[in-house]
């Protein structure tokens, strides 16, 4: 039994013609009779009773329309997502993300693609570091990674998604916690806590360039797993913090302050990454849509890296 002779059959149940089911199919009627004929042998019973006048089901033939439409409609939904899956529309997408303050992000995000793409399954791993989270892109574990990174390895395509500046937590009982802003030379002495050391730490690398740039090592007293828990140690008074502005934007701890740093370094850019030869059809669409909820800023740098 095959699909074709499921549909030729039940055009003729439906009209009780050959002819016009043939019209209907866009076919000959000679190729019509004989694949109703084929069907009738494969399954050993007559379909239909066939007179010079007329045409009608058999108690085998009326028995069968049911069950044929439920196969037609089965192997067109088949088809229907075959080809969305190869054009993107269905699938899976995995982003891993690192740091607190990039929840609003991700949520904006998978929230459009769930409206766009009901198809697409937005998987979100959260990362405790941003380098871990870019790994998995080149071994292939997830889809999109989003981090602060200064460089991306070969192999990985990139895109700024917003450029940060630097501030520093301090406690609301600092004595510069008045301020608006702040050199990090003022805090020469200072406790600081700071997020654990891993290779390509960003935050890490701006504290260390500033702090000698202004003629001291940082006396780090703690160091805390993630931004939210840093910036609990800042309002319990155990030190500053050197974090970034969307960590000042998403905070409301009126224990913490924070300051704008107004030493030059280098920028702090929140980039998606992605792998150049990615083969999964759904990742497309879903960086499509990223372009629309997260767009480039003018003044930027190129978002390949």
Request: include cysteine; hydrophobic fraction near 45%; proline fraction near 6%.
């Amino acid at each position: 039994m095959e699909i074709q002779q499921l549909r030729v059959f039940l055009a003729v149940a439906e009209e009780l013609h050959f002819g016009r089911a043939a019209v209907r199919l866009h076919m000959a009627q000679p190729p019509v009779s004989r694949m109703v004929r084929q069907l009738e042998r494969d399954l050993g019973t007559d379909l239909f009773v066939r007179s010079t006048r007329s045409v009608r089901l058999t108690a085998a033939g009326a028995a069968l329309v049911a069950p044929a439409q439920k196969i037609l409609a089965a192997a067109d939904r088949a088809k229907a997502s075959a080809l969305a899956a190869e054009r993107g529309e269905v699938g899976t997408v995995t982003l891993a993300y690192a740091g607190a303050s990039t929840h609003v992000l991700v949520g904006m995000l998978a929230r459009e693609v769930r409206k766009e793409y009901p198809g697409i399954e937005f998987r979100l791993n959260s990362q405790d570091f941003a380098l871990p989270a870019l790994a998995r892109v080149l071994r292939g574990e997830v889809d999109v990674s989003l981090g602060r990174w200064d460089f991306v390895p070969a192999g990985v395509q990139a895109r700024t998604i917003v450029e940060e500046h630097l501030v520093m937590a301090v406690p609301a009982s600092h004595r510069l916690a008045l301020q608006e802003d702040v050199h990090i030379a003022d805090l020469a002495g200072e406790p600081f806590v700071a997020l654990l050391p891993h290779e390509g730490s960003v935050l890490g690398d701006r504290l260390r360039r500033l702090s000698l740039g202004a003629g001291f090592d940082p006396d780090i007293v703690q160091r805390a797993p993630d931004s939210w828990t840093a910036m609990a140690l800042v309002g319990a008074e155990v030190g500053c913090s050197l974090t970034v502005s969307s960590v000042a934007e998403n905070v409301t701890d009126p224990h913490v302050h924070f300051l704008r740093v107004l030493d030059k370094t280098l920028p702090v850019y929140l980039r998606m990454a992605w792998r150049r030869t990615s083969d999964n059809p759904a990742l497309p669409p879903v960086l499509s849509l990223a372009e629309r909820v997260w767009p480039d800023r003018p003044h930027e740098p190129s978002s390949e890296t």
